[in-house]
Structures are given as structure tokens and as C-alpha cells.
């Protein structure tokens, strides 16, 4: 662990010890339930974000890649299909559409930032068409008794975002394609003139993370049993915003696995504390953009306070 | 045929865009001809006076590179509307609403610029935090409720049109437009912006004071803002705390597709001007066809994606 | 730039005489601008609308924001003006902002009015209202207190902070509840935007901040998923009931779950065909009358002269016995 996760955790440690004695029903196993549960999309979507910041790329459209995938999942849960292949609708649907994004960001060379606004645009549209302005509603519950279920006493979501984080290691660190990724991050230029694959491992890397968004769509049908139009209209921002806060730079060849799992707790941790100890729910965008200016700037000051005690020591 | 071959980057964005708005124009000319009235130009230039500016500040903190971009300036709008009336609630003469509600801006701009240029975070984050900071916060200081009380001469103004143009349209969206024009344009400080942004390193070598010029883009985009709430408050008599939502993203797409290249040093205000035209002509068109507005979102982003796409295929052309 | 601003302007003039003689040849045309499109409720507004619009023989357009935009909102208001068309009904977003536009309605002779969330002072020519402000807030707040006595502390989760006919219910509950039941305890407000998430997310935290909570109140219809969701999944059903505004459709499966203990809802296709008709009758330079008969209405409609409110009746509740009754 590096010092930014380091503090990640310790932030973590210090809000749960400040709420729990402001808020006597803030340190109960329930409460850390609802944390938990409410921190399983932003788990699989920022992990997806962290590999392409990663890489040097963003993509601001997971939000509603999330809400079509979730369309899929509705409809085919909707339709009475085996719950174990529903499941599976919702990574598909969005490795399908991180393929589509991919082809218009690569193939297109097109920076990543616009072109996905302009995707943004385009599937929010698709969103509207396939629903039509009828939510899916009262959806059955086969699902959400599968990921209900729990193995070895924890749930499934638990086991499949530990799957999912495990997998990611292990391509980053023991696969050579962990190491283009973030040569590509470091220097697309030198990636390419080194003889990587850059355009096959972009593509991979935005249907990884489509496929991440889809399944975090899967489990949002299967907590909430309902698909709206507004589906994750907010998830990109605030996706970015915890994986950057976990050390991950938009700048590209530096990731911390561990630095997005601390990032996306401390945000859930401080929105579910304020609201415990009575903070209007409408203070808690300040948090988050607060702690992402306070976190970035504290870093940024202390360092430059150890380099000029370091200057001054050796003069 | 050659001299369409020919045209390149900001030229050949600004055809394009020429090209798009005759085709929107010709095809409500075909669809719908009773579109054209003076009411009708005086509703684009009206929805246009709040994007055009918001979208110029967006273009030039974006123009001069070091990835600039400013997340925030919906926040700003929203924030700034809020806390010059709240400040009016609690004593300020009504005669410096206006002062106030620019000066908000500058210094919320200004702060950004600050994050930016001393503490070094990248400019999509920082403006990321104050996005969040700056629209919660306007949201959070209200309640949600809208702030009446705007002076009823500010309404004059806000609410005037002089021989089909919106006042507000003429004296602040055309001057600021034709200034940064003529300064990017013919000034020192325009050949700065550009070489800033064309080339970082080289510009700090010939002795440009980057970061102060680039603090005080920030603190531009800020005023831009500011007098975009103003415009807000004088059109429509009261500061609501969610008036900017969605600008950022809108002055992005303006700036983009306006032909700003996102990493910088290339593109005019020009084109921005255009591009903040063409899009509103084209909701203000689908809406007079009575289209269902799901597709306008889908076709602005189809638009930007197009005009990326044209912009990257004029090079292999050559 | 200008070159093409002045053709228009050119054209404009010539097309201006044409346009205005082609017009009168047509169905007048009745538009309604909800807050937001794509959700259930005013998509059976608009089939109601459209009901309407045959019926009596007028043009129906329905057009509305993406985002819960007062600008947008505005923005297509304006058009709908320039346009020429006769009669436009607005789902109020935000109650002041509509006052640039009747001005402008006014000067063209346009009736412009108001739907299901109003405007009280702009100006516009009726409301056309589900049911009072004051007998919303009081429905939920009396329902609630039949099912968990008096001796309570609600929850309630509402969608933009910035809604003002949602703030409005929500100052009528909190009035009802002091006047009337001074051992009710009612939560402050907590908005959740337009999503569910974000909703669910809310109500869990309410729930675990106050482990003797009775009830959650959902004020907008975006919030009702969130919050049954929130209940189902605390495992809390029996001790904590939603309640909330939402059409039975979308809470059909939370009644039955019995995460939702009721809803109180109007039938919006009913509202949008009031709509339809008064702006109908605006058109025909009409008055309305104290009590008017409508076609397909069994009771006939009320009229308030003072405040300008023309009113659908009273809200229905919905709960899990009746629910299966009805189809919006």
C-alpha cells in the first residue's frame, strides 16, 4: 500500500470512529449492510473507470452504458428467462457497447473525453426510445433471489466484486497485458514505436469496461427491481471522482486497486455518515467534490512541504 | 473540389458548421416555413445569450492548453445567481446586483485557477471537486427554493429586445464575443494563449508567464459565468439554484464542436459562436416540428461525434 | 453569421403572411409541456390528451424537457408560442420561472395555463389541478397516521429540491401535522433527484439514522421505486411503510409486497383530458362555469373563480385490494 491509500484507510477508520459517536445507530451490522450494498455499482463501475484513466482514456457515458445494459437485463428478466442467463445479459450487453464505444475512440482516433460525450448523447437517446416512457416495473424476483443468495456466508455481489477485482490484478500484474495498458497510460507514442498492440489493448480495455458497467447493471435490476430512464445519471462523475481520489491519475500509467475500493468506501461512508448525524442530504455534493479538491490539494502541499525541508536539510 | 480538399482544422470545422445550419435551415424552410419570423430569431438569439457566453469561457480556458477545461462553470452560474441575491436578502443596494453577481463569478472562477496553477491538480479534477462543490452548494444554501426579489429595472434590461435582438444578447454576449475575438486574434495576449496551448514548454521558455496567464483564463471563464447568471436573473426575475445544470456538458459540446481542439492551441471563438448558433437553431427546429425532444440529445451527441469524425478524416485526405 | 440572421429574417417576412392565413384553416391546437418526459405518469397524461384531442376535435401536442430543466421548460414554452399555437398548458417546474413567457403569450393572444403543477401569480389564465396543493399533503399525512397512529416519526424523500408543486405538498403535510397531529414527527425533507439509486440509497440511510421510523413518505413518482426498494431490501417490511405519490403500475408489486402500504394518486389520463378540454374552452372563449360538465366525466368538474383553479376531485389512495383495478 502506498501513501495514498494509506490515508485512504485512515480517513475511512477516522470517519467510522467520528459517526459512531455522534450517531448511536451509526457502528450496527445493518448500517454497515446498507454501506455496503449501496457501494456494489460504484465498486464494478469504478474499476472499469480505473483501467481507463489507467490507460490514459475516460469515459463519461457509463452511466447510461449502465442504463441500457439494465434495459436488457429488465426485458430478459421481464420475458421469465433463466435468472442465471439474465445475470449474464448485463455484462454482454455492455462489452457490446464498450466494442461500439471503442470502435469510435480508436478506430476514430477521437479523444476520449469528447467522443464519449458525444456517445453519451446518442445512447441516452436510445435509453428514452427503448422505454418508451414506461418504466420496467414490478420486475419478478428470480434474480434477485440468485444474487440474494449467500456462499460460504457472504453474498454473492461480495464474491463476484472480489472476482472481479482478483481477475483485474492478475491481468495487470502477471499478463503482459497489464504492462501495455500502462505503457500506453505512460506514452501512447513510445507504446507504439515499442511494438505493443495499442489498438487491441484500448479495444480490450474499453469492453472490459463496458462489460464491468454491465454487470453492475445486473445488480442494480436485481436490487431495485425496476429500470428507469434516469438510470445512473449520475455514476460517471461521481465514478471518476472516487477513483481519482483512490490515486489512480487521469493521466494514465498509474492505477491503485486497492485505492478504488478505499476511494468508493470513503464516499459512501461519509454520505450515509452526514445523513445519520443529520446533515440535509442536499450537502452531499459539497462532500464529495470537497474531499476530491482537499484530498488532491493536501497531497500536493505536503509534498512540496517535505521537498523544501528536504532543500533546506541539505543546504 | 481541391479548395474543399484544401480547407483544414478551424476553416474546415467552420464550413462544416456553415454547411449543417444551411441544411437545418433549408429543411424547416421545406417542413415548416412559417418557422421563419422575427419571433423566431429573437427566441434562438434569446436561449443562445447564457450558452454563447458559458461556451466562450469554456473555449478559451480549453484554448490555452495544459488540459484545461472548466467542469464547474454550470456550478458557477448557479452559485453565482444564488449568492448575489442571497447578498441582496441581507442588505446589498440592488444597484450592485450586477457588480455582485459578475464579481461572484470571478472569484469562484478564481479559485479554480488557483487549484489549477498553485496546487497543480489537473484541470478535470479540480474543476470535477468544484463542480460538485459549487452546484451542491447552491442547492444546499436554498433549499432547492428559488430567490425572487430581482430589481425590476435589471427586468428591462433582461427582458428587452431591440429590433428583434434580446438586449442581453447585444450588450453582453456580442461584446465579449467580439473582444475575445480581437484579442486571440491581435493581440499579444492572444498569440500567448495559442502558443500556451500549441506548446507548453517552449511558451514557458520564451518567457510566457503561464500560470498567471492561466489563472486569470480561469477567473475569465468565472466572470463569463457570472454574467451568464446575470443574464439569468434579468430574464427571468429570480436566481433558481440549479440554472446551470447541464452546461458544462452543453459548453463543452459547443466548444468542441465549434472546433476548439481539446488539447489545446487550436480553434477560434468564431467557431464556437457558430457552433452555440447551430445548436440552438437545431433544438429551436426540431421543436418547432414538434419532434419528440428525446431525439435532440441523441442528435447533438451524433453531431459531435460527426464533426470529430470529419475533423480526423480531412488529415488522411492529405 | 449575419448574412444568414438577416435572410431569415427576409424570409420570415414574406412567410409570415402565408403562415398565419394557413392557420386559421386548422383544428386549434392545445399543447401541454410536462416537467419531464419518459416517465409513466405524464405519458398518461399525454394518452389521456390525446383522447381528448379527438373527441373534441383539436390538435394535441405534447412536448417536454429531457432533464427537470426550467430552462428547457421554458425554452419550449417559447416555441409552442412562436409557433401560434392556440392553447398551451404547462406542468409548472419551477413556479416563478414561466413569467418571461406569459408576457409573451399574452402580446400573441395565446391562452397559456397551467396543469397539474402551477403558477399562482404569473398570470396564466386557470390551473387545471388533480386535486389541491392542501388536500395532497393532507390525504398522505391522514392515511398515515389510520396505519401507524399518531405517535410516529415519517421519513420524507422527495426528487428535485427545487420542484416547487413537490414543495408545495410537502409544506401542506408539515402543516396538516403540526394543526392536527402534534405527536407526529415529521423528518426533514431529503431530495434525491430523479433517481431511484439514489432514492433507495437515501431511504436505507434513513432508516438506519432512525430505527423507530414508522413511515417514508415518496413525494415524487421517480423516488416511489427507490423507496419501496429501500424497505424490501432493509428487510423492514411490516415495520416501516412507504407511502408516496406513484401511479399504480409503478407501485403495484411493492402494495402487494406489502413494502408500500398505500398511494395517493389521481387518474392522470382523467387530468390530461381536463386539460384538453379547458383549453378548449379557453379557446372558444368559453367561461367556466362553477360546476361543468364534462364529456366522460361521471361527476361534473368544479370551478374555484377566486383562485382559478379548475379541479379534477379528489385523490384516490390506492392500496393493495384495489389496486388491481386499474391500469396507469
Known amino acids: ?315 | 473540389m481541391n479548395r474543399i480538399r484544401n480547407l483544414q482544422g478551424p476553416a474546415l470545422i467552420l464550413a462544416l458548421l456553415a454547411l449543417l445550419w444551411i441544411i437545418v435551415i433549408l429543411v424547416l424552410l421545406v417542413l415548416k416555413p412559417s418557422v421563419f419570423s422575427l419571433a423566431t430569431v429573437t427566441t434562438i438569439l434569446q436561449f443562445s445569450t447564457i450558452l454563447a457566453l458559458v461556451s466562450l469561457g469554456q473555449a478559451v480556458v480549453i484554448l490555452a492548453g495544459g488540459a484545461g477545461i472548466d467542469l464547474s462553470v454550470g456550478g458557477i452560474v448557479s452559485l453565482s445567481a444564488i449568492a448575489s441575491m442571497l447578498a441582496l436578502k441581507l442588505g446589498l443596494p440592488s444597484f450592485l446586483l450586477p457588480p455582485a453577481c459578475i464579481l461572484a463569478g470571478a472569484a469562484l472562477g478564481a479559485f479554480n485557477g488557483v487549484l489549477v496553477t498553485k496546487l497543480s491538480i489537473l484541470p478535470l479534477i479540480a474543476t470535477l471537486g468544484t463542480f460538485f462543490v459549487y452546484s451542491g452548494l447552491a442547492l444546499a444554501l436554498t433549499g432547492g427554493a428559488a430567490q425572487s426579489g430581482v430589481p425590476s429595472w435589471l427586468l428591462i434590461w433582461g427582458r428587452g429586445v431591440f429590433s428583434g435582438i434580446p438586449v442581453p444578447f447585444l450588450t453582453i454576449a456580442i461584446p465579449f464575443f467580439a473582444i475575445a475575438g480581437i484579442v486571440l486574434m491581435w493581440t499579444a495576449w492572444g498569440r500567448w494563449i495559442y502558443a500556451m496551448g500549441f506548446n507548453e514548454r517552449s511558451a514557458r521558455l520564451v518567457g510566457i508567464p503561464v500560470d498567471r496567464a492561466r489563472l486569470i483564463l480561469y477567473g475569465l471563464s468565472g466572470v463569463l459565468s457570472g454574467a451568464a447568471a446575470l443574464v439569468s436573473l434579468a430574464w427571468l426575475g429570480s436566481g433558481r439554484p440549479n440554472i446551470g445544470q447541464n452546461l458544462e456538458l452543453e459548453s463543452l459540446t459547443a466548444a468542441m464542436l465549434g472546433g476548439i481542439a481539446i488539447l489545446g492551441g487550436r480553434g477560434g471563438v468564431g467557431g464556437v459562436f457558430a457552433a452555440v448558433m447551430l445548436l440552438v437553431t437545431l433544438k429551436t427546429g426540431l421543436l418547432q416540428l414538434n419532434v419528440n425532444t428525446v431525439w435532440q440529445v441523441g442528435i447533438v451527441g451524433a453531431l459531435l461525434v460527426f464533426v470529430l469524425l470529419a475533423d480526423r478524416l480531412s488529415q488522411y485526405w492529405r | 453569421m449575419l448574412k444568414h440572421i438577416r435572410k431569415a429574417l427576409a424570409i420570415s417576412a414574406l412567410s409570415l403572411a402565408v403562415s398565419t392565413a394557413a392557420f386559421a384553416q386548422d383544428k386549434p391546437k392545445v399543447a401541454f409541456v410536462p416537467q419531464l418526459i419518459g416517465i409513466p405518469y405524464f405519458n398518461a397524461m399525454e394518452a389521456g390528451g390525446n383522447r381528448a384531442a379527438k373527441e373534441l376535435g383539436v390538435d394535441f401536442i405534447y412536448s417536454g424537457p429531457v432533464d427537470t430543466n426550467p430552462v428547457d421548460q421554458l425554452q419550449i414554452v417559447q416555441n409552442l408560442i412562436d409557433q401560434g399555437v392556440n392553447a398551451i398548458s404547462v406542468s409548472v417546474l419551477d413556479a416563478s420561472s414561466i413569467a418571461p413567457v406569459v408576457e409573451a403569450a399574452k402580446a400573441k393572444g395565446i391562452k397559456l395555463f397551467t396543469s397539474d403543477s402551477d403558477a399562482p401569480d404569473s398570470g396564466r389564465a386557470v390551473y387545471v389541478a388533480q386535486a389541491t396543493d392542501e388536500g395532497l399533503g393532507n390525504t398522505i399525512i391522514d392515511e398515515l397516521v389510520k396505519r401507524v397512529g399518531e405517535d410516529a416519526k415519517i421519513g420524507i424523500v422527495s426528487g428535485e429540491a427545487t420542484a416547487s408543486n413537490l414543495n408545495a405538498w410537502i409544506g401542506f403535510m408539515q402543516k396538516q401535522a403540526s394543526a392536527k397531529y402534534p405527536k407526529l414527527k415529521l423528518l426533514e425533507p431529503q431530495y434525491a433527484g430523479g433517481t431511484a439509486e439514489r432514492a433507495a440509497q437515501i431511504s436505507g440511510d434513513l432508516m438506519a439514522a432512525n430505527p423507530d421510523i414508522k413511515a417514508i413518505i415518496a413525494v415524487a413518482s421517480t423516488t416511489c421505486p427507490g423507496v419501496a426498494q429501500a424497505i424490501e431490501t432493509a428487510g423492514k417490511i411490516g415495520s416501516v411503510i412507504g407511502a408516496g405519490y406513484c401511479s399504480p403500475n409503478t407501485a403495484r408489486s411493492y402494495l402487494k409486497s406489502g413494502a408500500f402500504g398505500f398511494t395517493v394518486l389521481w387518474d392522470p389520463a382523467q387530468l390530461g383530458y381536463l386539460t384538453v378540454w379547458a383549453g378548449k374552452q379557453l379557446i372558444d372563449g368559453k367561461a367556466f362555469e362553477a360546476e361543468n360538465k364534462v364529456p366522460g366525466f361521471d361527476n361534473p368538474v368544479t370551478y374555484d373563480a377566486a383562485k382559478g383553479i379548475l379541479l379534477l376531485g379528489p385523490p384516490a389512495v390506492f392500496t393493495a385490494e384495489n389496486v388491481d383495478k386499474f391500469d396507469f
Not at chain 1, 23 to 35: E, K, L, Q, R
Not at chain 1, 119 to 147: D, E, K, M, N
Not at chain 1, 235 to 257: E, F, N, R, W
Request: charged fraction near 10%.
Open chain 1, 1 to 315: 500500500m502506498n501513501g495514498r491509500e494509506w490515508s485512504l484507510l485512515i480517513a475511512c477508520i477516522l470517519a467510522i470512529i467520528v459517526f459512531s459517536v455522534a450517531s448511536p445507530y451509526y457502528a450496527t451490522s445493518g448500517n454497515a449492510g446498507t454501506v455496503l450494498r449501496n457501494s456494489i455499482e460504484l465498486l464494478l463501475v469504478g474499476l472499469g473507470m480505473m483501467l481507463l484513466l489507467a490507460m490514459g482514456g475516460i469515459d463519461v457515458s457509463v452511466g447510461v452504458v449502465m442504463g441500457l445494459a439494465a434495459i436488457g437485463v429488465g426485458r430478459a428478466l421481464g420475458a421469465g428467462v433463466d435468472p442465471v442467463l439474465t445475470a449474464l445479459v448485463g455484462p454482454l450487453t455492455g462489452a457490446l457497447l464498450g466494442l461500439l464505444t471503442a470502435a469510435v475512440i480508436v478506430l476514430g482516433r477521437v479523444p476520449a473525453i469528447v467522443g464519449t460525450l458525444g456517445l453519451f448523447g446518442v445512447y441516452r437517446t436510445a435509453i428514452f426510445v427503448l422505454l418508451g416512457g414506461q418504466w420496467l416495473s414490478g420486475l419478478p424476483t428470480g434474480l434477485t433471489v440468485l444474487l440474494g443468495t449467500t456462499i460460504l456466508g457472504l453474498p454473492v455481489a461480495a464474491w463476484v466484486i472480489a472476482l472481479a477485482y482478483l481477475a483485474v490484478w492478475i491481468a495487470l500484474r502477471r499478463t503482459p497485458f497489464g504492462l501495455h495498458l500502462l505503457a500506453i497510460g505512460n506514452s501512447e507514442e513510445k507504446a507504439r514505436l515499442s511494438g505493443i498492440p495499442v489498438v487491441k489493448v484500448r479495444f480490450a480495455t474499453f469492453i472490459v469496461s463496458g462489460a464491468l458497467t454491465g454487470l453492475a447493471a445486473t445488480f442494480y435490476v436485481a436490487n431495485y427491481r425496476n429500470v428507469e430512464m434516469t438510470v445512473g445519471s449520475t455514476l460517471a462523475l461521481d465514478a471518476i471522482a472516487a477513483v481519482v481520489l483512490g490515486g489512480t491519475s487521469i493521466l494514465g500509467g498509474k492505477c491503485s486497486l486497492v485505492g478504488t475500493v478505499l476511494g468508493v468506501l470513503l464516499l459512501r461512508i461519509l454520505q450515509n455518515g452526514l445523513l445519520l448525524t443529520g446533515v440535509p442530504s442536499l450537502w452531499q455534493p459539497v462532500v464529495t467534490g470537497g474531499l476530491l479538491i482537499g484530498v488532491l490539494g493536501f497531497e500536493v502541499l505536503s509534498n512540496r512541504l517535505s521537498l523544501s525541508r528536504l532543500g533546506w536539510a541539505s543546504k
